[in-house]
Each structure stands twice: as C-alpha cells, then as structure tokens.
T-cell receptor
Framework: EAQVTQNPRYLITVTGKKLTVTCSQN?????MSWYRQDPGLGLRQIYY???????DKGDVPEGYKVSRKEKRNFPLILESPSPNQTSLYFC??????????FGAGSRLTVL | LAKTTQPISMDSYEGQEVNITCSHN???????ITWYQQFPSQGPRFIIQ???TKVTNEVASLFIPADRKSSTLSLPRVSLSDTAVYYC??????????????FGRGTSLIVHP
C-alpha cells in the first residue's frame, strides 16, 4: 500500500532532550516536506526537500533540522526541543503531479 | 506565491449540496488548484485538483472560472461523515524551485442531521 509512515505517533518529552521524528514513503516520490499544525494556525511548512541531499526552509524552520540522505526517508530533528514546539506534525510526499500524500501525524508534547 | 482566502466555517444539513469558494487573486499561470479534506488528528487527504473550467470525480466537483481568481469545491448531498476541514491550495503542479504550498486555515464544515 502506498503510504507515508511517521514514527512515533505520540511522544512526550522534556525541554532540551534531542529527538527525531522519522518519516518514510514507499512511493518513490522526490518531494517530501514537514508541517506542523497548531489550533487556529492551520498547517505551516517547516522544511521541504526536492530530492536527495536537497533541502530548504519553509515558513517556520527555527528549532528544526532535517536531512535527506535517501529518497524514501526525511527525518525531522529537534536538537533542543522547547515547549513552543508542542504541536501536531505531519510529513508529506509528492510526485510530480503536486498532489501531497500525508502521514498520519505525530503528536509531540514538550514539557 | 498565491495566497488563498476561504470562509472560516460553514454549516449544512445531510443531503444538501455544499459549495465552498476559495479566492486566489494572484494565481500564477503554472499554478494548479488542489483541495484537501482533513478530519481531526488525521493528515489531510486529497479530494480534487484542477487548472481551469470544471473537474469532477466520484467525491466532488471543482469549478474554476475563466479568470482563475477563484474556485468552488462542490460536495453533492453531504453526509455527517463529510464534517471536516477543507483546504484550498494553489501551487505549481510540478514541484520546482521554491515550493512552499501554503495551506491557510481552511474551512470547517459541519454537517447537521
């Protein structure tokens, strides 16, 4: 089944403890991206990647890092999480049609 | 990048047709219009995509006037399960260059019995 898989789905952590949210897609898509969703703010793009080793900032990149060493994987790294990064995170990928396929989401709480 | 404007919320009743309009006055020549549906705590799901005139699939219809400055998503005979947030997205069909598809806040549709 064609899908985008994120892990973990739920995570509670403490301020400053590095964490990584993994994202993997099995559709051979070149484009991948990360969004965060907060009440009243809709979906905001954090980072995106046009292809392997090509990444760029979205609207809200501060406090996040990404890497794209393989086509299928696009992990989101929070080096030193803070409470304002408590949010619902979505990974998405797209083929050249521009239609995004989203993962199920990762709910992160930073205490 | 084309900015979109949608109503914040809409209410309807089961069996009615719902039309959600999205304004995108500065749409570019190579931009496509795509609509997504999102249920609480789930990722958005693709509904329909179009460039001009009318597109129809098994779920919805998309009407785009000649000037492409707006578009209307039409949901025929909605049911309670259509209660969701609907996003209008304007972006190039083939990701290239600076690709930052902007979702906006969407339209929260509530379908009543």
């Amino acid at each position: 089944e064609a899908q985008v898989t994120q892990n973990p789905r739920y995570l509670i952590t403490v301020t400053g403890k590095k964490l990584t949210v993994t994202c993997s897609q099995n559709m051979n898509h070149e484009y991948m991206s990360w969004y965060r969703q907060d009440p009243g703010l809709g979906l905001r793009q954090i980072y995106y990647s046009m292809n392997v080793e090509v990444t760029d900032k979205g609207d809200v990149p501060e406090g996040y890092k990404v890497s794209r060493k393989e086509k299928r994987n696009f992990p989101l790294i929070l080096e030193s999480p803070s409470p304002n990064q408590t949010s619902l995170y979505f990974c998405a990928s797209s083929e050249r049609t521009g239609v995004l396929t989203f993962g199920a989401g990762s709910r992160l709480t930073v205490l | 990048l084309a900015k979109t404007t949608q109503p914040i919320s809409m209410d309807s009743y089961e069996g009615q047709e719902v039309n959600i309009t999205c304004s995108h006055n500065n749409i570019a020549t190579n931009d496509y219009i795509t609509w997504y549906q999102q249920f609480p705590s789930q990722g958005p799901r693709f509904i329909i995509q179009g460039y001009k005139t009318k597109v129809t699939n098994e779920v919805a219809s998309l009407f785009i006037p000649a000037d492409r400055k707006s578009s209307t998503l039409s949901l025929p005979r909605v049911s309670l399960s259509d209660t969701a947030v609907y996003y209008c997205l304007v972006a190039p069909k083939k990701p290239g260059g600076s690709y930052i598809p902007t979702f906006g806040r969407g339209t929260s549709l509530i379908v009543h019995p």
